[in-house]
């Protein structure tokens, strides 16, 4: 037990000053009032006080993020399934079409975002172009303050690679006889995914709902790189916001209060999937009343 302990110590130590001592840290800065350079004042419940009566902001970005989120998670995950569905075939190079659409999902978040940039340009940008051929267009994306979130939204699309991955997983789980059985009762290629693949993918679609929710609540990189914002504060996501009093305005205290707003939220509805899931969803050998 000593020795192994004594190789845990390293991780065990490891964990205690990089995770837990920070979370505490955290917490009790959020009531104080500090600017880096001057020691700690303790405030109280002064940070949440300001958040929730005269801090204008807080509402902006809590609302530019949740419409990022309850619209995004969605398309993505309904995005990602599809494209495992397709590239669950046994067909010729199906090995390469699954890597071609999984790196992007690598792609670090610098490159995506100067990447997207050039697409949404609105002079010689892809995206525009794609438009034209339609007759539509053209849109200033980025700097359209009304298509502004939306266009997050479809470069979000880029990087669904990893939960197709985790879709493909759960699609080659279901067993063949299922599909077999559902062929000799005469059902069609629709009701056999409505009927035998989406009750057994339910447990990866909850998984895959929450950490996308956790996920696009914590977007920062691509709003900070792309607009850090901008246009009139459309994309002032709630992370971001939270980058700005840290690390622009020095308010840490008031840094770590927003943190732990948006850990009580991401909990929040955490909990609040997990007590929906035994409505929907299905675990194989699971029996139901």
Same mark, same amino acid.
């Given at each position: 037990?000593?020795?192994?302990?004594?190789?845990?110590?390293?991780?065990?130590?490891?964990?205690?000053?990089?995770?837990?001592?920070?979370?505490?840290?955290?917490?009790?800065?959020?009531?104080?009032?500090?600017?880096?350079?001057? @020691? @700690?004042?303790?405030?109280?419940?002064?940070?949440?006080?300001?958040?929730?009566?005269?801090?204008?902001?807080?509402?902006?970005?809590?609302?530019?993020?949740?419409?990022?989120?309850?619209?995004?998670?969605?398309?993505?995950?309904?995005?990602?399934?599809?494209?495992?569905?397709?590239?669950?075939?046994?067909?010729?190079?199906?090995?390469?079409?699954?890597?071609?659409?999984?790196?992007?999902?690598?792609?670090?978040?610098?490159?995506?975002?100067?990447?997207?940039?050039?697409?949404?340009? @609105?002079?010689?940008?892809?995206?525009?172009?794609?438009?034209?051929?339609?007759?539509?267009?053209?849109?200033?994306?980025?700097?359209?303050?009304?298509?502004?979130?939306?266009?997050?939204?479809?470069?979000?699309?880029?990087?669904?690679?990893?939960?197709?991955?985790?879709?493909?997983?759960?699609?080659?789980?279901?067993?063949?006889?299922?599909?077999?059985?559902?062929?000799?009762?005469?059902?069609?290629?629709?009701?056999?995914?409505?009927?035998?693949?989406?009750?057994?993918?339910? @447990?990866?679609?909850?998984?895959?709902?929450?950490?996308?929710?956790?996920?696009?609540?914590?977007?920062?990189?691509?709003?900070?790189?792309?607009?850090?914002?901008?246009?009139?504060?459309?994309?002032?996501?709630?992370?971001?916001?939270?980058?700005?009093?840290?690390?622009?305005?020095?308010?840490?205290?008031?840094?770590?209060?927003?943190?732990?707003?948006?850990?009580?939220?991401?909990?929040?509805?955490?909990?609040?999937?997990?007590?929906?899931?035994?409505?929907?969803?299905?675990?194989?050998?699971?029996?139901?009343?």
């Amino acid at each position: 037990m000593a020795a192994a302990y004594t190789m845990l110590a390293p991780w065990i130590g490891g964990i205690i000053l990089f995770v837990v001592g920070p979370v505490i840290a955290s917490f009790v800065l959020a009531f104080t009032d500090w600017d880096l350079l001057n @020691p @700690p004042q303790f405030v109280g419940l002064g940070n949440f006080r300001e958040m929730l009566k005269s801090d204008v902001y807080i509402p902006k970005s809590l609302g530019n993020t949740a419409f990022y989120t309850f619209l995004g998670v969605p398309l993505q995950l309904a995005t990602a399934l599809g494209m495992a569905v397709l590239l669950n075939q046994n067909l010729a190079g199906i090995r390469f079409y699954r890597t071609a659409f999984y790196v992007p999902s690598v792609t670090p978040a610098v490159a995506n975002a100067i990447l997207w940039i050039l697409i949404y340009n @609105p002079e010689f940008g892809i995206a525009n172009y794609v438009l034209g051929v339609f007759g539509l267009g053209p849109v200033r994306w980025l700097a359209d303050s009304t298509v502004a979130k939306p266009a997050f939204i479809i470069m979000s699309l880029w990087g669904v690679g990893g939960t197709m991955v985790i879709y493909l997983a759960g699609l080659q789980g279901i067993p063949d006889y299922l599909y077999e059985a559902a062929d000799i009762d005469g059902a069609g290629p629709l009701q056999r995914f409505r009927n035998v693949t989406l009750p057994l993918l339910t @447990p990866t679609i909850f998984f895959t709902t929450i950490m996308g929710i956790i996920g696009s609540f914590q977007v920062f990189s691509a709003a900070y790189i792309m607009t850090n914002g901008g246009p009139n504060n459309a994309t002032l996501f709630y992370v971001l916001y939270l980058y700005r009093n840290a690390f622009q305005y020095l308010r840490m205290g008031y840094a770590s209060s927003m943190a732990w707003v948006l850990f009580v939220i991401i909990a929040l509805f955490t909990y609040l999937q997990f007590a929906a899931s035994g409505r929907w969803v299905y675990y194989e050998g699971e029996l139901r009343s």
